[in-house]
């Protein structure tokens, strides 16, 4: 995945997540975000919020100092990002979360009873998805 900044490149492994200059191939900096796990992440301006296993972090993407950091799960296979309407989504051991990407601050979450703790994937039609988040925040 290309960055915002077409100068860096963003891998994730082993639960970290790993700046490199596209140009050099060299290292700018490192974050660990959480465990060992895959890591995705979703890049905002300057900003990257990154999410593995259980945690959800926001870092400053030229410097990888760390905004903020959210436990969000005990368990999951995969975290999952998507970012609309303003709000932070992540899906994490079949739980649903809404963060504030400022602040990190849970806005709410929904455990998605009766469907296991499977890996949440996100539609990306804004029609669909805004229509699910008006019955979402109703009920």
């Known amino acids: ?8 490149l963003l891998i994730g492994i082993a639960g970290n997540i790993v700046a490199i ?9 490192r974050n660990p975000v959480g465990g060992t796990d895959v890591v995705v992440w979703h890049v ?13 972090v926001c870092l400053n993407q030229s410097t990888g100092i760390k905004l903020w950091s959210q436990y969000i ?3 999951s296979q995969l ?18 979360y809404c ?5 990190g601050e849970l806005i709410w979450h929904n ?5 296991g703790r499977g890996i949440l994937m ?11 988040n008006r019955q979402e925040t109703v009920g």
């Open 1 to 8: 995945m290309m960055a915002e900044n077409p100068n860096i």
């Open 73 to 75: 799960s005990w368990w």
């Open 79 to 96: 975290t999952t990002l998507h970012f609309r309407n303003g709000n932070l989504y992540v899906g994490s051991g079949g739980v649903l």
């Open 44 to 56: 905002d301006g300057d900003v990257v919020y990154a999410a593995a296993g259980s945690s959800v």
């Open 99 to 103: 963060l504030n990407p400022i602040s």
């Open 111 to 115: 455990p998605l009873r009766f469907l």
């Open 21 to 29: 200059d596209a140009a050099t191939g060299k290292e700018i900096w």
């Open 122 to 132: 996100f539609d990306s039609n804004p029609t669909v998805a805004t229509e699910w």
